[in-house]
């Protein structure tokens, strides 16, 4: 019985280590993908860049993410074996990971398990490392610019609903639960922006505590 274990137990280990290698190899082919975006982003145009993507496939967003890797040090340097086995699969990472010079690699993949933390983690970590935030790539700044100018358009538009609601002459336990519904499509809302993170709901006022003196006011209005 303890042989079998013992048996089982060298197979785990083995087929871990083959994993570790597997997962080593998928890094090196990132690289080497953030090459050869970088060799072709330098021979095409800059009006012909999207075309060009277009053609292969793939959306700018991704290609800038492997022109930030290209970027790294790791494109002209050999990663050693044991430093190649802690770096994640995940794109995402590698994009953070590729600002460190290759001693703060070493030190973020010795405090950190990279491959198993959040990408927030990641990021965070590297932002300690390079003492700065990093800024946002022309895409990523689009993209919040976009998200930012919905925002602002709804909230417009709910304020007036919602101020039509009240002079309806809505009850206060309707409003509650418009209320209520209002901050279940935040919760979805933050779940989209941090999935990497669990939901903290005690960020969220509850329409039953905080907003329990707004509503108790409305209610005395209602009765003058």
Same mark, same amino acid.
Request: a negative charge; aromatic letters at 4%.
């Given at each position: ?8 137990i060298?197979?785990?280990k ?5 994993a ?11 690289? +080497?993908?953030?090459r050869?975006?970088? +060799?072709?982003?330098g021979?095409?145009?800059?009006r ?5 993507l ?23 340097? +050999? ?24 001693e703060?690699?070493t ?15 990641v ?9 700065? #935030?990093?800024?946002?790539?022309t ?13 602002s ?17 809505f009850q206060?336990?309707?409003? #509650? ?13 933050e779940?989209?922006?941090?999935p ?5 709901g005690?960020?969220?006022p ?12 409305? +209610?005395e209005?209602?009765?003058?």
């Amino acid at each position: 019985m303890n042989n079998d274990i013992s048996v089982l137990i060298q197979k785990i280990k083995d087929a871990m280590s083959l994993a570790a290698v597997d997962e080593g190899k998928v890094v090196l082919h990132h690289i +080497e993908l953030a090459r050869l975006y970088s +060799e072709l982003r330098g021979l095409v145009k800059r009006r012909k860049w999207e075309e060009t993507l277009k053609g292969i496939g793939v959306s700018p967003r991704v290609a800038n993410r492997y022109l930030a890797i290209a970027k790294g040090w790791w494109v002209a340097r +050999e990663l050693a074996p044991d430093l190649l086995s802690k770096l994640p699969c995940d794109v995402h990472k590698l994009e953070q990971l590729s600002k460190l010079t290759v001693e703060q690699l070493t030190a973020v993949t010795t405090s950190l398990d990279c491959k198993d933390c959040s990408r927030a983690q990641v990021t965070e970590s590297v932002i300690r490392w390079i003492g700065d #935030k990093p800024n946002l790539s022309t895409d990523e700044d689009e993209i919040a610019k976009a998200l930012k100018k919905r925002w602002s358009s709804h909230s417009k538009a709910m304020v007036t609903v919602a101020t039509d609601v009240f002079e309806e002459g809505f009850q206060p336990s309707e409003r #509650k639960k418009l209320l209520d519904e209002l901050y279940a499509n935040m919760a979805e809302i933050e779940k989209a922006l941090f999935p990497d993170e669990p939901s903290n709901g005690s960020q969220d006022p509850s329409p039953t505590s905080a907003n329990d003196v707004s509503l108790n006011s409305v +209610e005395e209005v209602d009765g003058e």
